[in-house]
């Protein structure tokens, strides 16, 4: 009896070694497998008439920061730095309407997608946050998601690009 539990407890630590070099390799393939994504900062379009107010254009810039952060945090996506073409960008003007412009600009920047968003403002209550990804290589549409979040404060406009990418830009 004793040898028969030292032969089980001697298969059991093998087993385990085997399993923990199984998760190390497929931990190791996933990081290979991450696409490089150029994700642009959002931009802000106001139909409610309300004008622009300087706080919106912080909330902007945190929001985008945060869609980054929660996209590299997924584990499916490396963040590419979009600094290097900051004058492509503002020459650009809004992504969103340069006719696909953003596609040549990610992929100068080495990403394999695109990334570009835009919070619509209908009302000082009712707001959208849309993203569209796009292949940098072939120009085709990977995802396009859009939510409608109520309320203008930095924590309805974070829930909203929680929700997205939670919900549609993960494979899991």
Not at 126 to 141: C, E, F, R, V, W
Not at 143 to 161: K, L
Request: proline residues 1%; contains cysteine; aromatic residues 6%.
């Amino acid at each position: 009896m004793s040898e028969r539990n030292t032969i089980i407890r001697k298969a059991l630590r093998v087993g385990c070694s085997v399993l923990v070099a199984i998760q190390i390799v497929a931990g190791l393939a996933s990081a290979d497998e991450r696409k490089k994504v150029a994700a642009f900062d959002l931009e802000f379009i106001d139909t409610s008439g309300e004008g622009n107010d300087p706080v919106q254009t912080k909330r902007l810039k945190l929001t985008s920061v945060k869609l980054r952060d929660l996209l590299a945090a997924s584990g499916q996506y490396e963040i590419v730095d979009i600094a290097p073409a900051t004058d492509q960008i503002e020459a650009a003007g809004y992504l969103s309407s340069c006719n696909g412009c953003e596609i040549e600009i990610a992929r100068d920047l080495g990403a394999d997608l695109a990334l570009i968003g835009t919070v619509r403002k209908v009302s000082s209550l009712i707001l959208y946050i849309s993203l569209y990804m796009t292949d940098a290589h072939s120009g085709k549409a990977v995802r396009t998601h859009r939510v409608s979040i109520r309320g203008n404060t930095d924590e309805s406009w974070f829930r909203g690009v929680r929700y997205l990418v939670r919900n549609y830009f993960r494979d899991d």
